[in-house]
């Protein structure tokens, strides 16, 4: 899995085996407004820094 901040404050998130998930896999991304998971923009939860955004 590769996680990048990218600017404007969109993080992606790639890898294989990935879901769209609020649940596991964390990055932390303090000024993060949106999230790609392979290139597709999916809803995350934040919890201070942390952003949770996918799954294996």
């Known amino acids: 899995m590769a ?3 990218g600017t404007g404050g ?3 998130i790639d890898g294989g085996g990935l879901t769209a998930s609020t649940d596991q896999a964390r990055a932390t991304a303090p000024g ?10 999916v809803p995350f939860t934040r919890d201070g820094a942390l952003v949770y955004a996918a799954a294996v």
């Open 32 to 41: 993060a407004t949106k999230v790609l998971l392979n290139g597709t923009q």
């Open 10 to 12: 969109t993080v992606r």
């Open 3 to 5: 996680v990048r901040a």
